[in-house]
């Protein structure tokens, strides 16, 4: 069964820093692109980072663009968001993915509907 397993999440200030980690088990995702998103309450659920399969190319949305950086490790089956200099505005539940017929490809898919393989995503508080 996949299963993708974020964590990381927490309580922290504005203008600190959090890691998160997405763990992907029952299979490797090493020749897949993958993303993070965010879902804030009442809000739809934002794309904020994908990253190819070699970690070569990265893409990270403006709103997040200078602040968070994806990164992953095919050995450890793991992608990786670290995010500096939040703003209560990054308050959200956050969740990585596996973007859809992505073997090979350099596409970055930037809408929900383009990926699969939801993890059950990781809380993210940013007090003032």
């Known amino acids: 069964q996949v299963q993708l397993v974020e964590s990381g999440g927490g309580l922290v200030q504005a203008g600190g820093s959090l890691r998160l980690s997405c763990a992907a088990s029952g299979r490797t995702f090493s020749r897949r692109i993958m993303g993070w998103f965010r879902q804030a309450p009442g809000k739809e659920r934002e794309f904020l980072a994908a990253i190819s399969w070699s970690a070569a190319s990265t893409y990270h949305a403006d709103s997040v663009k200078g602040r968070f950086t994806i990164s992953r490790d095919n050995a450890k089956n793991t992608v990786y968001l670290q995010m500096n200099s939040l703003k209560p505005e990054d308050t959200a539940v956050y969740y990585c993915?596996?973007?859809?017929?992505?073997?090979?490809?350099?596409?970055?898919?930037?809408?929900?509907?383009?990926?699969?393989?939801w993890g059950q995503g990781t809380q993210v508080t940013v007090s003032s």
């Open positions: 993915a596996v973007q859809r017929y992505s073997d090979g490809t350099t596409y970055f898919a930037k809408t929900p509907e383009e990926y699969t393989y």
